[in-house]
């Protein structure tokens, strides 16, 4: 199995399971008195824990995984090189923020340091990553 097609199944299966865990955890779902049950049990805890932000990694990650599944394997290497090192960056960014201490008062100030942590991160990943895939793709498409 090669590194294309894990990454397309693992980033596939991560972002399944977090679309499910919020569809489930939803205000929506209390029209049912099964679907209550289960948001009872602890497994729709972990929708309270500001961690849970970590995981939202796999969602870009699915999207550029797809872009670069049906394209050659030099596109897609081009690209995995960066983001296999960015992304646990990103995951340890997100907790390293989520374990600063909060006040939650008026001057609330996590959503300022989400901001100014996370956001870049994110943009960073995104914008270089499209920018590795579609050079390494005319680059490529030009000397074919």
């Known amino acids: 199995m090669s590194t294309k097609k894990n990454v397309f199944i693992v ?3 991560a972002t399944l399971f ?3 865990l919020f569809i489930l955890g939803s205000d ?3 029209a049912s008195p099964s679907c209550r049950g289960l948001q009872e049990s602890s497994v729709f805890d972990v929708l309270n824990d500001d961690n ?3 995981t939202f990694i796999f969602i870009p990650l699915f999207i550029l ?3 670069t599944y049906k394209m050659r394997d030099e596109v897609f290497y081009a690209w995995w090189n960066f983001a296999r090192w960015l992304v ?3 995951i340890v960014a997100t907790f ?3 374990m600063m201490p909060s006040n939650h008062g008026f001057f609330n100030m996590d959503a300022l340091i989400y901001l100014l ?6 943009a960073i990943l995104i914008l270089v990553s499209l920018w590795k895939i579609v050079r390494t793709y005319l680059k490529l498409k030009k000397g074919v």
């Open 11 to 13: 980033s596939g299966v």
């Open 18 to 20: 977090i679309a499910s």
């Open 28 to 30: 929506s779902c209390y």
């Open 52 to 54: 849970v932000m970590a």
């Open 65 to 67: 995984s797809l872009i």
């Open 88 to 90: 646990p960056v990103i």
């Open 96 to 98: 390293l923020v989520n």
């Open 117 to 122: 942590v996370l956001a870049p991160l994110y």
